[in-house]
């Protein structure tokens, strides 16, 4: 269990049951009693306010009134949120935009610096435009929740991803990719690479990409990709 995931496993905890004590939470989420105190430290640098009685057996209390006031959304999260907002604005469907902006603003305004700027540089891979009348989208199925996760160290490191495709045909094939862009054209979602193995840029439906992965070590250069006149950059979309 990460880091992060574990210290939400510890506050869902103390709400639920009122209070609990280091060695309870510990056989919780699987950690040690030091692992625990060092989450509760950090808790407690977040804004949670987390009583403490003296004591090695001593439990641990957290006010119910107490929130949260360091931001712990990652770049990833935030990054769906943004995407979120600009596809559906694409779609023309975007209802209370002016306070869906605001929002998002104070998000980013509450990110570290280093977060701010890895996500102006993955937006900066972001394209959005409108999808051709004549694309057959009966066929199109869930995005692997994985994506996001694979996509950000690929992007913001340059470095090449794996994943299984499975083409209209069902044919499924592995690839191994330079990915330089994401493109949104609504309802659906394409992963812009460049393939090695093909010298070309390919476009990769989402909905048919599993299994992806970055790879370690294996660096390129960002191309410029020659996008259709009615593809823009994301960013335009909140300007």
């Known amino acids: 269990m990460n880091t992060r995931i574990r210290q939400d496993a510890i506050v869902r905890n103390l709400r639920r049951n009122g209070t609990s004590t280091v060695a309870a939470l510990g056989r919780d989420v699987g950690a040690s009693r030091r692992t625990v105190l060092r ?16 004591g090695r057996g001593g439990g641990l209390y957290l006010d119910p009134q107490s929130v949260q006031t360091t931001p712990r959304l990652s770049v990833a999260e935030v990054f769906a949120l943004l995407i979120s907002v600009a596809s559906m604005r694409a779609a023309g469907n975007l ?13 980013e305004k509450a990110l570290p610096s280093d977060k701010v700027r890895d996500l102006r540089r993955f937006l900066d891979c972001l394209y959005v435009g409108t999808l051709a009348p004549q694309v057959d989208i009966s066929d199109m199925g869930m995005m692997d ?21 499975r083409d209209a045909k069902g044919v499924e094939t592995m690839r191994h990719v330079e990915p330089q862009a994401m493109l949104i054209l609504p309802p659906l979602w394409y ?22 992965e970055h790879v370690e070590g294996s660096h390129f250069q960002r191309r410029h990709v020659p996008f259709d006149d009615n593809v823009r950059p994301i960013q335009q979309t909140f300007s």
């Open 145 to 165: 929740p994985a994506l996001l996760p694979a996509f950000e160290p690929a992007f913001l490191n340059r470095l090449y991803l794996r994943f299984q495709y």
């Open 191 to 212: 992963l812009v690479a460049w393939d090695p193995s093909r010298q070309d840029f390919r476009y990769f439906r989402m909905d048919r990409i599993s299994e992806p």
């Open 95 to 107: 209802p209370f935009s002016g306070l869906a902006d605001a929002g998002l603003a104070k998000i």
């Open 39 to 54: 989450d509760i430290a950090a808790l407690r640098d977040e804004g949670y306010v987390i009583h403490s009685e003296p």
